[in-house]
Nanobody, 124 residues
Framework: VQLQASGGGLVQAGGSLRLSCAAS????????MGWFRQAPGTEREFVAA????????YYADSVKGRFTISGDNAKNTVYLQMNSLKSEDTAVYSC??????????????????WGQGTQVTVSS
C-alpha cells in the first residue's frame, strides 16, 4: 500500500483545512486508516483513526470535537477535516494504514504503512 497525503498549508487560528490521503493497492478497503502528526522537537502523536468499515472512529483528546476522520473506499481516500484550528495543531501530518483493519491504536508501531507528511501551519 502506498499513501499520498495532501491538503496541508498555512491557515489562521480558528480556520479550517481538509487533509486527504490517497491510497494505492487492491486491498485498501480492508485497512484501518489514521493520521499522526509531529511537531519539531516532539514525538509522533496520534490524531485520529478509522476502522476498515468506517464504523469505528477514534480521536486524540486534543482534537475531539474539532477534527473529523472519514473515508471513501470508492476513491481509496481517507480525509481529515480540521476545524477551529489552533497554533498547537501546527505539525507535519502523516497518514497511516493498519493491515489488521481495526485502526484502533494510538501507537505508531501498530501501523504498517506510512505516507509522506503534509505540513500544517496555524498562525495565531
Amino acid at each position: 500500500v502506498q499513501l499520498q497525503a495532501s491538503g496541508g498549508g498555512l491557515v489562521q487560528a480558528g480556520g479550517s483545512l481538509r487533509l486527504s490521503c490517497a491510497a494505492s493497492g487492491r486491498t485498501f478497503s480492508s485497512y484501518g486508516m489514521g493520521w499522526f502528526r509531529q511537531a519539531p522537537g516532539t514525538e509522533r502523536e496520534f490524531v485520529a483513526a478509522i476502522s476498515w468499515s468506517g464504523g469505528s472512529k477514534y480521536y486524540a483528546d486534543s482534537v475531539k470535537g474539532r477534527f473529523t476522520i472519514s473515508g471513501d473506499n470508492a476513491k481509496n481516500t481517507v480525509y481529515l477535516q480540521m476545524n477551529s484550528l489552533k497554533s498547537e495543531d501546527t505539525a507535519v501530518y502523516s497518514c497511516v494504514a493498519d493491515a489488521s483493519g481495526f485502526g484502533d491504536s494510538e501507537s505508531p508501531y501498530e501501523y504498517d504503512y506510512w505516507g509522506q507528511g503534509t505540513q500544517v501551519t496555524v498562525s495565531s
